[in-house]
């Protein structure tokens, strides 16, 4: 919920929001956006059943979630940028993930 708020307060800003800051916010939204596909795999839930793996995919699951709230942060709080290189880095998957899939519809 507040990813899609926040792709839909970028979208209707983003007309006045300084090109520099375009790039940024779209590459911000679109980690949000993997960090949620990533915390939200099928297979954690059912790794979570399994006893002995459970440990393993409430960690991995948590992890996303800190990552997302931690670019949150990034976002709205002015934050290190790095951390994105950071997180981008240690998860290097759906690099091609449009910045805009969870645009509202109309």
Do not use: C
Not at 28 to 56: A, C, H, K, T, V
Not at 57 to 76: C, G, K, P, Q, S
């Amino acid at each position: 919920e507040r990813l899609a708020r926040f792709v839909r307060i970028y979208d209707e800003n983003r007309k006045s929001i300084p090109e520099e800051k375009l790039a940024f916010r779209q590459r911000s939204i679109q980690l949000m956006s993997r960090e949620q596909l990533l915390s939200q795999s099928s297979d954690w839930g059912f790794l979570m059943l399994n006893e002995p793996s459970r440990p393993y995919a409430e960690t991995r699951t948590h992890e996303h979630f800190e990552n997302f709230d931690r670019i949150w942060e990034v976002v709205t709080r002015n934050g290190d940028p790095a951390v994105l290189d950071e997180i981008e880095q240690r998860n290097p998957v759906f690099s091609d993930l449009p910045w805009n899939i969870y645009e509202p519809y109309e």
